[in-house]
């Protein structure tokens, strides 16, 4: 039996706090990646701080690229309403036990998901707070109505993507493939990740992803590197010093931040974040492109050592890797 969500998180703060301090060390020795709110390319609100708008233009964004999707925040509320759609309710505060109907009633607690076929809705015993995508698709009949990934046993660490340290906490909840996941969903996926220092990669455009970040805890230097300019990391000796300069941004990161990546911008997590990583319409198997060779080269055509170097996974640079 999996111990109980409210014992883990201090452990996990724990782990997460020695995992980073290397890591930490490594990435403040450049400082080639610009800092900013809001880098190009990507669309970041927090859930926490009632920013309506920011979160509407991510609904926009998202629904306009992803048509047949749609999504919605509620903030400390005991009730879902039913509606004619299927939805995928991800809990980002609070917990208690929620019933669907006298058959499907079950504890829930943040990082679970619930699962609403058309019709459905829930109430709860007590306030909870949860981002809701309304998807395509009905989820298959064999995905459980709620996913505890905390308890469910069918559930466990598989090291992997932006986690591959092998202490990693990386709990697939929904998954594209069966050989990396219990619960087989092709209209949206998730799994729940402690990311230290990811590879730097892009979703295609074509025949990629979106992604979200639901961030549920995060370290002081927890951060994320993009860039938008993909097409000049995929070509490194045309790349200038002036160029290289603003190639990537630096956002930090905490709890209840929402963030949006849509196809083809580049990304690191970086730092100690747990966050909820979500996906539409899943994690498609090799479109997940590594280009930290790319960045290593850059730095190495233009001579850009110490401060002035272009941050990059190390270990992911040595060949060309592709998920």
Avoid at 45 to 71: C, K, V, W
Avoid at 82 to 105: C, D, Y
Avoid at 235 to 259: H, M, R
């Amino acid at each position: 039996m999996k111990a109980p969500y409210y014992l883990f998180w201090p452990f996990l703060a724990v782990i997460m706090l020695f995992s980073c301090g290397e890591g930490a060390r490594k990435m403040n020795q450049s400082e080639a990646a610009s800092k900013m709110k809001n880098a190009p390319g990507i669309y970041l609100t927090n859930l926490n701080e009632n920013h309506s708008a920011e979160f509407e233009e991510i609904r926009q964004t998202f629904s306009q690229r992803n048509p047949g999707y749609d999504m919605a925040w509620v903030h400390q509320v005991k009730e879902i309403s039913g509606k004619e759609e299927n939805r995928v309710v991800f809990i980002q505060e609070g917990g208690g036990t929620a019933t669907i109907s006298p058959e499907k009633s079950s504890k829930f607690s943040v990082g679970d998901i619930i699962l609403l076929k058309k019709g459905e809705g829930f109430t709860a015993d007590s306030l909870f707070s949860s981002l809701i995508f309304s998807v395509p698709e009905e989820a298959p009949s064999d995905i459980p109505a709620f996913v505890r990934p905390d308890w469910d046993m069918n559930i466990t660490d598989i090291p992997g993507g932006c986690a591959t340290e092998t202490n990693a906490y990386r709990r697939i909840l929904l998954t594209w493939a069966n050989k990396v996941g219990k619960y087989l969903y092709h209209s949206i996926n998730a799994h729940r990740v402690r990311i230290m220092d990811s590879f730097s990669h892009y979703h295609p455009v074509e025949g990629g992803f979106d992604e979200f970040y639901l961030v549920q805890m995060a370290l002081p230097d927890a951060q994320i590197l993009t860039s938008n300019r993909v097409d000049l990391i995929e070509n490194p000796e045309s790349v200038t010093k002036e160029e290289a300069q603003n190639l990537i941004q630096k956002t930090d990161l905490k709890v209840g931040d929402l963030l949006y990546l849509p196809r083809g911008v580049m990304h690191r997590g970086f730092g100690g974040v747990l966050a909820q990583v979500i996906t539409v319409p899943g994690f498609i198997p090799g479109s997940e492109i590594g280009v930290d060779h790319h960045l290593l080269k850059i730095n190495q055509h233009l001579g850009l050592e110490g401060e002035h170097q272009i941050p990059f996974n190390e270990s992911a640079s040595e060949k060309a890797v592709i998920k």
